[in-house]
């Protein structure tokens, strides 16, 4: 590993000269100069990881000379030597922005010891702050974070196709996400400086809803007093988003075929043909292999939307995530409400992670809101969680199996008071204890 860059000033020659033969020996880059003076001169000139100064130098001492570094640079690290008898100015050059120091005479492996943790510290903070601006640039506009390998999957996936047109059909739960996705996947394409536009199409009529889609002209319809643009033209040369997809009415798949085909349509009552370049990512919590074996959805048209299949798991197959979208939370909030809070207190955190999360992310986000909103100490506590969240006294994680009682009956109440603590999930239930999922379904059916 590369060695930091080391600027060492004192007014007695012969040590400097020395201290940087023996530095540069071990492969130190150093440069060592006589006063605070030329220190200065130096530090405008090039750069240094860390500073090394004698307390006693002759002008500027070597107080004044911290005070000065510190005024045009905060990224470098001092160290002040000092007499015993002096001890005292050297903490006091601490308060004034040093980083540690040593006393005369200079121990060499004690500096070099120092000298090694301050670099490893500054090598920490220099990874931290690229990390984070890494994800701040890769996830600014979604908000997407995770670090399980399914997450990691998807983050891989969605850099994979994120630079083609072609068309993506995101699936998953309510709550899990998947409008973060379309995001992401927006914002690290070619299209990312054009519009991102999204409808959810679970709450509007078929007819509300052909018109938010491909427009509408004046007269075209009651109400219809003017002419209005719909999503397709205000997305046009970016991404739009249709989330819950398999609610569209077959009237409209078929308009929606034609956009996937041509790139054109009419507004609703127009007859003038528009043309737009839109690249269509879709969502849905349905099976849509079922709704087109029903007739509810046209077969062409999911084999259209179908080109690349996401799959978004559910918060609860992704456990280890939710700390770090809990804290992900947190700074959120925090900074909305304007807050001074660390995190979750070790048993709050674990409720968070026992819990089921039918709402997925959604309803994760919602709790993490709420608890930052009540909470009145620097650490979120179990007082500040729904009851539905914080676990009952009698604690379902632990099971009295009484004495005599059969293996049959053993089982019985491990895999009933299991499938309690899941919710009802037989696949979670079944990895907790070992066992397959149909053998669950096995059970449950022979005790009915």
Not at 253 to 280: A, I, N, P
Request: net charge positive.
């Amino acid at each position: 590993m590369a060695k930091p860059k080391l600027l060492l000033v004192d007014d007695d020659k012969n040590a400097l000269d020395g201290l940087v033969k023996i530095l540069t020996h071990d492969g130190y880059s150093v440069s060592g100069v006589l006063s605070g003076y030329e220190a200065l001169n130096l530090l405008s000139k090039k750069n240094f990881d860390i500073i090394v100064t004698d307390m006693k130098l002759p002008g500027m001492g070597g107080l004044s000379l911290v005070h000065e570094i510190r005024k045009k640079e905060e990224s470098v690290a001092i160290v002040v030597i000092t007499a015993y008898s002096s001890v005292k100015t050297a903490v006091e050059a601490i308060k004034c922005g040093a980083d540690d120091y040593l006393t005369k005479p200079i121990n060499i492996e004690e500096l070099k010891l120092v000298l090694e943790k301050i670099w490893e510290r500054q090598q920490l903070i220099a990874q931290n702050r690229m990390l984070k601006e890494k994800l701040k640039d890769k996830y600014k506009s979604s908000g997407l974070v995770g670090s399980t390998p399914q997450m990691k999957q998807i983050f891989h996936m969605i850099a994979d196709v994120a630079p083609s047109t072609a068309s993506i059909l995101i699936l998953g739960e309510t709550g899990s996400g998947k409008e973060l996705v379309a995001n992401a996947i927006h914002y690290q394409s070619d299209r990312a400086c054009m519009p991102f536009v999204a409808l959810h199409c679970a709450a509007l009529s078929e007819g509300v809803l052909e018109s938010e889609i491909f427009g509408h002209e004046k007269g075209a319809f009651t109400g219809a007093v003017q002419s209005r643009k719909g999503r397709f033209e205000m997305a046009d040369g970016g991404t739009l988003f249709l989330d819950e997809v398999g609610e569209l009415s077959l009237k409209v798949q078929v308009k929606l075929l034609r956009v996937l085909e041509k790139g054109e349509f009419e507004r609703v009552g127009g007859e003038k043909t528009l043309k737009v370049d839109v690249r269509l990512i879709t969502a849905t919590n349905r099976n849509l292999e079922k709704e087109v074996s029903g007739g509810r959805f046209r077969e062409d048209l999911f084999y259209r939307l179908n080109v690349i299949t996401i799959h978004l798991p559910p918060l609860r197959e992704r456990r280890d995530d939710i700390p770090i979208l809990s804290n992900f939370f947190v700074i959120k909030y925090t900074k909305k409400y304007k807050k001074e809070i660390k995190g979750f207190a070790p048993e709050a955190m674990e409720a968070l992670c026992a819990y089921h999360w039918p709402g997925n992310v959604r309803e994760l986000e919602n709790v993490v809101e709420r608890a930052i909103v009540l909470c009145k100490k620097n650490t979120v506590s179990l007082e500040h969680l729904p009851g539905n969240i914080v676990p009952d006294k009698g604690d379902m994680s632990v099971i009295k199996i009484p004495v005599g009682i059969s293996l049959k009956e053993a089982e019985k109440e491990i895999i009933q008071k299991t499938l309690q603590m899941t919710r009802g999930s037989k696949k979670e239930a079944a990895n907790i204890l070992g066992i397959s999922s149909r053998k669950i379904e096995y059970k449950v059916k022979e005790w009915q």
